[in-house]
């Protein structure tokens, strides 16, 4: 399973920071369709959470790719 791993920061509190993981659903996702969705699933996401700021993300493994 793929998982993106967005790192926020609160918009009025910059150095106030957390990775959130976003996971998808079924085995098939490959990186390049993670790389493609992400950006909406991050979309959906930052409209959930307008008092946040993206600041970098990545897709990796399930699991393995907390480190950003």
Known sequence: MIELVVAVCLVDQPARCKDVTLNF???????GQ?????????????GDHPNWVIQRWHCGTAG?????
Do not use: F, H, R, Y
């Open 34 to 46: 993670c790389m493609t969705n992400g950006q909406i699933e991050m979309a959906k996401w930052i």
């Open 64 to 68: 393995k790719s907390a480190d950003l």
């Open 25 to 31: 659903e079924g085995e098939t996702v490959s990186a």
